[in-house]
């Protein structure tokens, strides 16, 4: 037996496939506009981020035509993402320092 919410979500997503079937330009309005809605409602020193993070991904999946080679690209940002997060909460790859100063290596001249 399904739940009203597992329910709604699944008229929720025929609402959206019958969207993007029907007038694709209006589902990519609409997505952008929810995706707009949560970074705006995201904590303010969240959001540039969360704004650098959509680029990569719009950027990222720019190159694929195909839906489902773009659905299989966005899982695989998923995960990498995921395992990273995974990798950072276990203290595998701490994050580096931001306050810490890089050693700046000189470049040796070439003899000419």
Same mark, same amino acid.
């Given at each position: 037996?399904k739940?009203? &919410? ?16 029907? &007038?694709?330009?209006?589902f ?6 929810? @995706? ?21 991904? &719009? ?8 839906? @489902? ?10 995960? @990498? ?11 595998l ?16 001249a070439?003899?000419r």
């Amino acid at each position: 037996m399904k739940t009203f &919410d597992e329910e709604a979500a699944e008229r929720e997503f025929e609402r959206q496939m019958k969207l993007l079937q029907d &007038d694709p330009t209006e589902f990519e309005r609409q997505s952008r506009e929810k @995706i707009e809605k949560v970074i705006q409602n995201a904590p303010p020193h969240l959001q540039k981020r969360l704004h650098g993070i959509q680029f990569q991904i &719009d950027t990222t999946l720019a190159h694929y035509k195909n839906p @489902i080679a773009r659905m299989n690209k966005m899982v695989e940002l998923f995960w @990498i993402k995921a395992q990273k997060l995974d990798d950072a909460l276990r203290g595998l790859h701490p994050s580096p320092k931001r306050d810490e100063e890089a050693r700046v290596i000189p470049f040796l001249a070439k003899d000419r």
